[in-house]
């Protein structure tokens, strides 16, 4: 069974800084989608960003990058250049690449304060 | 482009009555549908995913239905609503096959039984 884990329920971060999420699986498949949301207060989850399993290269997108290591079935984001619109909640999610199986898995999710 | 439309945004409701939120999906065909939800200061639970009309799986076990009438539209339902259904629901959509596999989701339904 798939499993992800967030061990962290709350971080903070003073503004402009960088803070690094953390996020770990569980999984016997060798391809798999991975996944960060942010779920501000309004609770509207929204993507962040998105790695293919098969892909070395770690995702970035602007101020958000992740460091993926597949051996050691990590994910974790950093946030660079910390905005107080970064304050939210944060999901880490993993999708099996399949068609029968269409299941997205979540942790708990871990909640970021950014400090003005 | 796609939206994804969830109502009511919110519902207060009594313990033992009936239970119906309404997800929409516009902009695409054959989309993948989930229900999700969300305990307070807790992560998602995925309740039901659905990846045709009639086609739904049910992760979890529980007193909660859902529904696909059409093709882009997913209905959770309950007959008689308990304490701790209460949480906030999302529902989600996404492209069907390996081709995209983001996951969009609805603004949510927040559900207080009484």
């Known amino acids: 069974a798939q499993t992800v884990t967030q061990s962290q329920p709350e971080m903070s971060v003073q503004e402009a800084e960088t803070v690094t999420l953390s996020c770990t699986y569980d999984?016997?498949?060798?391809?798999?989608?991975l996944f960060w949301y942010k779920q501000p207060p309004s609770r509207q989850m929204i993507l962040v960003i998105r790695?293919?399993?098969?892909?070395?290269q770690n995702a970035t997108e602007n101020r958000f990058s992740v460091n993926f290591q597949k051996a050691a079935k990590s994910f974790s984001l950093k946030i660079s250049d910390s905005q107080l619109g970064d304050a939210a909640m944060y999901f880490c999610?993993?999708?099996?690449?399949?068609?029968?199986?269409?299941?997205?898995?979540f942790g708990t999710g871990t909640s970021l304060t950014v400090i003005p | 482009s796609q939206t994804i439309h969830q109502w009511p945004a919110t519902l207060v409701q009594p313990v033992g009555s009936p239970l119906s939120l309404e997800c929409t999906v516009e902009?695409?065909?054959?989309?993948?549908l989930y229900w999700y939800r969300q305990a307070a200061g807790r992560g998602l639970q995925l309740l039901f995913y659905?990846?045709?009309?009639?086609?739904i799986s049910s992760e979890v076990p529980q007193n909660l239905s859902a529904s696909r009438p059409q093709d882009r539209q997913f209905i959770l339902s309950s007959k008689k609503l308990l304490l701790s259904d209460s949480g906030f629901y999302l529902c989600?959509?996404?492209?069907?096959?390996?081709?995209?596999?983001?996951?969009?989701f609805g603004a949510g339904t927040r559900l207080s039984v009484l």
């Open positions: 999610a993993y999708r099996r690449l399949s068609n029968t199986g269409n299941q997205f898995y």
């Open positions: 790695q293919e399993a098969y892909k070395q």
């Open positions: 659905s990846i045709g009309i009639d086609q």
């Open positions: 999984t016997s498949e060798s391809d798999y989608y």
């Open positions: 902009g695409t065909s054959n989309p993948n």
């Open positions: 989600a959509w996404s492209v069907r096959g390996l081709a995209k596999n983001i996951q969009y």
